[in-house]
């Protein structure tokens, strides 16, 4: 490692103090942590701007990102065909993963049906009940299992359909299905539109960057209103339907004298099964046997999300502070599942002797432990994991440095929930969101989304990005990893409506919630496609989602998952914005075909900006555009100069 007074200051790194503490006594310990090898290793200029294309031997072919027009590929392939085609495969790599995740979800919940998965139950009935009916399931007077198995076998079809469109399109407001329909997007299963993907980016396959597009879009559409939709929907019903409940976060939440477990990754069964075995009475004997007061469950990235929200289960940070948490030596194991683990937490974690423990047979990392999660019996792992962790805290043997930060807030509002709380329980329904965005107290909604990347300073864009949305009166609704920077920062109490624009900050005043609401994981992204169905179906703000005003933002992403979001929000009709880095040459017309010319034909469209004052005008100037176009502009005017009167009073 480079001498101390060489490296980057960690505030310039994070403005998660927590996370700056961690970098610190790394640095002391002469631990390596990735944002010091994302200093020590540039991107490739090429790379970053995608314009290099690997897809057969007869290159890699490297073209001039400068002059991008100057040269073709060995076959021919131009500029604008390999950008497409890099983007449509990494659209298809994020589809997959959501897809594959919803996919054992599936698996899940067919095991709890034909009664093979005995430790879990379907908790939420009332929601199996709606699912079913959305798609025509005949729901009355039949017992639940039976209406259960139907509703499986409907959405399987998400993932194996052949042909048709997929079951949950019946969700999409019906000028935004015409759209698809007119493009010829809707999509099939995504285990065939992600066939599709890749064999058109194939080598000599699909060379017209416009038809790319088509493909693009249908690939990303079966991730959204497919793949995540249903693995959000088969949550809720196996654990419950999140509501509003208060969390603590950061680092704090770590307990010197408490058997700290961290579950880090995707899938809700590892956590869930967690909570069941820390509360076994042998097992919690076991750790004040060894001397401590209890064993502490925490979660981290998008996991911990989906227990925070279900189970008020505390959360100690988002995808840049997992290995900064384990620096603190208080972390008896970390117990992952997939997606966004990082290769190097098992390097760090033996630098701390902390258990790092693999659970799934599709990602294991060489070295770690494995200690495999069987879905029909998983405490077994479960229970295993936490033998461990205590056996680790026996043997503590390293200085333990607490972040003393946390912050408490209020997560788990899904659409349902915010249907409810808008309404009151008579009258029940998104009225009162459209109202209130008609008559321009709320000036539209926002989407602020997705990772935190060490090449861009953790939190700082989320962060200032929403503060600016909600000054300009923009309700803020949030998922993954964005949501813990904002939680971090204290957004998400009621008390932060004081930091919201007069309008928005009577109506949160009113409802009593929070100007940020906290949806969940990534996955639940489909939870913001629900909530624009909904908007739209409610009337007055236009007949498809691209009419309503409303934009999406991630500040701050790194995963192909996050471009495959991106661009099923773009599909869906949302103007959506990214931060500091995009994978496309500029000045291409490919370039152009996403950020201009889709809007013209119903789409959304995407942005870019790398300051998050400049995100958030973007933002703004596209939802008083959609207010101009849907004649509510004048309102808003109105309103403002009242409210502004009402407190000169
Ligand atoms: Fe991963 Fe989902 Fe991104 Fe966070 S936001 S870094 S994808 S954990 Ni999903
Ligand atoms: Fe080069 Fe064409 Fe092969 Fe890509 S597909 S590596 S552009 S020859």
């Known amino acids: 490692m480079a001498k101390l007074k060489d490296l980057i200051r960690p505030e310039d790194i ?160 019906k000028k935004t299905l015409e759209t698809w329909r007119q493009e010829g997007i809707v999509p099939r299963g995504a285990m065939r539109e992600i066939m599709e993907m890749m064999h058109r980016t194939a080598m000599g396959v699909d060379q017209d960057y416009e038809n790319l597009t088509k493909q693009i879009s249908r690939t990303a559409l079966a991730d959204g209103w497919g793949g995540s939709m249903v693995s959000t929907d088969i949550s809720d019903i196996l654990f419950g339907t999140p509501s509003p409940v208060e969390v603590e976060v950061d680092m704090g939440v770590l307990k010197e004298d408490f058997v700290n477990i961290i579950v880090h990754g995707h899938e809700p069964i590892l956590l869930e099964a967690m909570i069941v075995s820390a509360g076994a009475p042998s097992l919690k004997r076991m750790a004040t046997d060894a001397g401590a007061k ?56 033996e630098c701390y002797d902390t258990m790092f423990i693999t659970t799934n047979y599709r990602a294991k990392i060489e070295g770690a432990m494995h200690i495999e999660m069987n879905e029909h019996s998983p405490l077994d792992c479960t229970d295993e994991i936490i033998i461990k962790a205590i056996s680790r805290y026996k043997n503590r043997s390293k200085t333990i440095q607490i972040p003393k930060r946390t912050a408490k807030g209020i997560h788990g509002f899904s659409h349902e929930y915010i249907k409810y709380m808008l309404g009151g329980s008579f009258r029940s329904g998104y009225e009162p969101l459209n109202d209130n965005i008609i008559n321009g107290r709320i000036r539209g909604a926002a989407g602020v989304v997705g990772c935190t990347n060490p090449r861009s300073k953790q939190d700082f864009s989320h962060v200032e990005l929403v503060k600016e949305l909600i000054k300009n009166d923009v309700l803020v609704v949030q998922t993954g990893c964005s949501q813990m920077a904002l939680a971090k920062a204290g957004l998400t109490t009621p008390g932060a409506a004081a930091m919201a624009g007069p309008g928005l900050a009577e109506v949160c005043e009113t409802v009593g919630i929070p100007p940020v609401l906290g949806l969940g994981a990534c996955v639940d992204n489909s939870r913001i496609l629900m909530i624009l169905a909904e908007m739209v179906k409610t009337g007055g703000l236009g007949e498809a989602i691209a009419d309503l005003p409303v934009a999406g933002c991630a500040p701050e992403w790194m995963s192909e998952k996050a471009i495959a979001i991106g661009q099923y929000f773009v599909a869906s009709g949302v103007f959506t914005v990214f931060g500091h880095t995009f994978p496309i040459t500029k000045g291409t017309r490919f370039e152009r075909h996403l950020f201009e010319e889709l809007e013209g034909k119903g789409f959304g469209k995407w942005g870019f900006a790398s300051d998050p004052i400049e995100m958030a005008r973007q933002m703004i100037a596209h939802i008083d555009k959609k207010r101009q176009q849907l004649g509510i502009d004048k309102v808003r005017e109105r309103v403002l100069v009242d409210m502004a009167d009402r407190r000169a009073l």
């Open 14 to 173: 994070t403005t998660c103090d927590s996370t700056q503490q961690m970098i610190h006594k790394a640095r002391k310990d002469g631990v390596e942590l990735f944002f010091d090898r994302a200093e020590n290793m540039r991107p490739c200029p090429i790379g970053n701007e995608s314009a290099c294309c690997k897809h057969c031997s007869m290159g890699p072919c490297r073209l001039n990102t400068k002059d991008p027009y100057s040269r073709v590929g060995i076959c021919g392939a131009t500029i604008d065909t390999i950008v497409a085609r890099n983007f449509g495969r990494m659209v298809a790599a994020g589809t997959a993963a959501h897809t594959d995740h919803g996919m054992a979800m599936l698996d899940l919940f067919r095991g709890v049906i034909d009664g093979t998965v005995k430790d879990f139950e379907i908790k939420d009935p009332v929601k199996l009940r709606e699912v079913a009916e959305s798609l025509d399931i005949e729901t009355e007077g039949r017992p639940l299992k039976e209406v259960a198995m139907d509703l499986y076998k409907a959405l399987e079809l998400t993932y194996t359909q052949v042909e048709g469109e997929i079951p949950l399109v019946k969700r999409v407001p």
């Open 294 to 349: 209890g064993i502490n469950l925490v979660g981290m990235c998008c996991s911990g999300l989906d227990v925070l929200s279900r189970h008020g289960i505390p959360h100690a940070g988002n995808f840049s502070s997992t290995e900064a948490v384990l620096v603190s030596g208080a972390v008896d194991a970390m117990t992952v599942d997939i997606q966004c683990i990082k290769q190097d937490l098992l390097r760090v974690s």
